[in-house]
């Protein structure tokens, strides 16, 4: 009986011997995976020490002008840091910045003297130059008080008198005094706003820019077919979403033949900004850098240091996408028969309280204010089943008179999007409150008639 009882106890002492083994070997592979994370933060935080280094020893401060600005001119921008780089780290931006975007559309039959690979080539072709008409003008104001970006789009034919010259279109403000002289145009029609940097890219520049960020992702919102042989540009996109390259997404941005004309095409800007935006979190751009600064010394003028843009850009990164704010220049088309020619008329009231809600500038009024009445609503259906006349009702009982079904908006949402069209935060808030769904963006997607857009998701078929 003894032999017989002691015959079991060995294989526990097996047993357990195993367990031992085996509880050893998990204490050392979580022993390892704690080293491989420990060693992960540590490579992230050497890379970003390193980046610092290189852009500190490497990057000199020096602007990235390809165009000499004079005394006088450079005196239009602000002076002072806009940045700093502590320990080696990134540069961090130190203060809310206003930055004037000029792209720029030149062809041969603007310059006196052509490159001579463009010569006689039967058509107009593009130009890499900086001097030419605006077809894009944005000021940006990266705000890191009040953590938020604003783009305020111009559109290219807002009437303006350019200082020292006659009443014309803003675009040519570019073309007859530079960078200085459309700051100083823009500043006039956004009462006194000042500018302290910009940045000026052509056609070509965009086209490799996209490129070089590996693409762009967005919902092309309608079949575009359109042909300009005295250019060579060459217009075929489906509708849908979809990743382009370059050169498509330069074909979504001059594209212009449709009853929005110029102000839809400063719509698809702002789309493909905003798709540009959320894919710069992707941790392949560290890769592609090299290509992208590569681009960025040959079709970009600035008097922003490459320390400075790097600190734009990695601010605007860490930026809530909800917080970045995208307006139009309020106005109206002006009559061909008038003026003689396309305008955009801008509303200067509806100007003021933008500049004051979003830049800053001056005092800000009480948006709240707004009676229900005022308020121009538009409801776009982007589901095809959620019937937007429903909806009608219940804003008219708040009080909501002028309400309009707007043509259906392209992109199927998932999500209801209520856009302050025109920086109205407020009452897009207080609409969002009555429907009970949806979310507030800053956005110039919109119905162009409206204050507030509603763009119908499929969070609606549900209520």
Known sequence: MKESNSLPAQPKKANLSLRKVSKQKVSKQKSYRWLWVVTGFAGVALLSATAGAMLAM?????????????????????????????????????????????????????????PQGEKNLGYQALVNSFEGLTDTMMLVRFNPEAQKVALLSIPRDTRIEIPGYSVGKINEANSVGGPALAARTVSHLLGGVGVDRYITINVQGVQALVDALGGVTVYVPKDMKYSDDSQHLYVNLKAGKQHLNGNQALQLLRFRSDENGDIGRVQRQQMVIRALSEQVLNPMTLARLPKIISVIRAYIDTNLTVEEIFALVAYAVRVDRSKMEMLITPGEYGDIETYGTSYWLPNLAKIQVIMAQHFNLGLNPTAASISPEKVRVAIQDTTRQAAASSWINPLSKAGYSDVAIAEPYGEPLDTTRILAQQGDVASAENIRRLLGFGEVRVDGNGDLESDVTVQLGKDALRR
């Open 58 to 114: 490497t990057m000199a401060s020096a602007p990235l002008l390809q165009r000499k600005l004079s005394p006088k001119d450079a005196a239009v921008f602000s002076k002072g840091d806009l940045s700093s780089i502590s320990n080696l780290q990134l540069p961090e931006l130190t203060r809310p910045v206003n930055v004037l975007v000029l792209g720029a559309k030149v062809l041969t039959s603007d310059v006196s003297d052509p």
